[in-house]
């Protein structure tokens, strides 16, 4: 049982660098999301997938940027990589907006 | 307001103990409710889903007052393994809210 697998678990980056954070699920969910949560703190919406072709902003957008070309793959961008950016970083998946949620293991990544 | 707001604790109880925890919602509109449970440096896993007319799951019992937007979780006879952080989970149009979550810490 895949559920969502996130690659890297764990990344250390440089400022200025640019990374992305690979995130697949294998349930046939339409909607996918990418949350980030700092130390001690809820998790935030980066972007979200409602399916193939379609994304938008959540909450915490500025930095990043996202695709969805298929339904199983929803890749986040970072450019230019900022210290503000160290998080944890969660991929999650569900059949629409009000179904159980399912996550990744999550990313750690630091920018230094 | 908030979205999604709860007491962040943290709750400390002894074994066997019953613990409750609150949760209040903004959007009226919301649908759909869960608790999940996250562990430290874990990812979130959903816990239960909460039902109109209050559902329970073995040790734990949750609860949903529509007219007062708010969410309850119960948990009878804790144990050492409840430790952990307990998110309230809110739908709201096109994605879910998160509330900053609940630690609790069962001590022997």
């Known amino acids: 049982n895949a559920g969502v697998t996130q690659t890297p678990k764990f990344r250390i980056l440089k400022i200025g660098q640019s990374m992305t954070l690979q995130c697949a699920q294998d349930?046939?969910?339409?909607?996918m999301y990418w949350y980030r949560q700092d130390p001690g703190m809820g998790l935030k919406l980066i972007y979200y997938?409602?399916?193939?072709?379609?994304?938008d902003k959540g909450e915490v957008p500025n930095g990043y940027n996202v695709s969805r070309s298929t339904t199983e793959d929803f890749p986040l961008r970072l450019e230019l990589a900022a210290p503000s950016q160290t998080s944890v970083y969660f991929c999650?998946?569900?059949?629409?907006?009000?179904?159980?949620?399912?996550f990744g293991e999550g990313s750690w990544l630091t920018v230094v | 307001r908030k979205e999604v707001e709860q007491d962040p604790g943290p709750f400390n109880v002894p074994e066997g103990a019953t613990v409750a925890f609150n949760c209040t919602y903004s959007?009226?509109?919301?649908?759909?409710f869960f608790w999940y449970r996250q562990d430290c440096r874990k990812e979130p896993k959903l816990l239960m889903s909460v039902y109109s007319s209050g559902n329970e799951d073995g040790r734990f019992t949750a609860q949903l007052n529509r007219a007062s937007q708010y969410i309850s979780l119960l948990i009878r006879d804790s144990k050492l393994s409840d430790s952990a952080t307990y998110l309230c989970?809110?739908?709201?149009?096109?994605?879910?809210?998160f509330g900053k979550g609940t630690s609790l810490l069962v001590t022997p």
């Open positions: 349930m046939n969910h339409n909607y």
């Open positions: 997938s409602v399916g193939a072709g379609i994304t």
């Open positions: 959007n009226s509109a919301s649908q759909s």
């Open positions: 989970v809110v739908n709201s149009g096109y994605a879910l809210n």
């Open positions: 999650a998946s569900s059949y629409s907006s009000v179904n159980t949620i399912y």
